[in-house]
């Protein structure tokens, strides 16, 4: 299995986006991206006291522009200490969620 990365950065909306609430041509430029996007619809799964979030797991169906299904998401998350990538990769593991089960698509954020 070769697991996806995404980076998430958080943007000044007016450092980022044109008057018209679109990407500039410079940020389009530097991360390579198309124009054109696809608005996805994320509707988030838990309880009022947010339990499965405590629990560290996010759960969501999501459904994407254009697209008649929709696809239910979830993700364990581990927190990562000192930097240890390595500790929190053995940790999940240990947890059974290792290169071996392909019946997930493994992503690192």
């Given at each position: 299995?070769?697991?996806?990365?995404?980076?998430?950065?958080?943007?000044?909306?007016?450092?980022?986006l044109s008057l018209d609430k679109e990407l500039k041509g410079t940020i389009l430029s530097t991360f390579d991206?198309?124009?054109?996007?696809?608005?996805?619809?994320?509707?988030?799964?838990?309880?009022?006291?947010?339990?499965?979030?405590?629990?560290?797991?996010?759960a969501c169906i999501c459904k994407t522009e254009n697209n008649n299904s929709s696809e239910p998401m979830y993700k364990k998350r581990y927190t990562i200490v000192g930097g240890d990538i390595d500790a929190a990769?053995?940790?999940?593991d240990n947890n059974s969620f290792d290169a071996g089960n392909v019946k997930y698509k493994a992503q690192f954020e």
């Open positions: 299995m070769t697991p996806e990365y995404e980076v998430k950065l958080l943007l000044k909306p007016t450092a980022v991206m198309p124009p054109s996007v696809a608005k996805q619809s994320i509707q988030f799964l838990d309880t009022d006291s947010k339990d499965i979030y405590a629990a560290s797991w996010s990769l053995t940790t999940a």
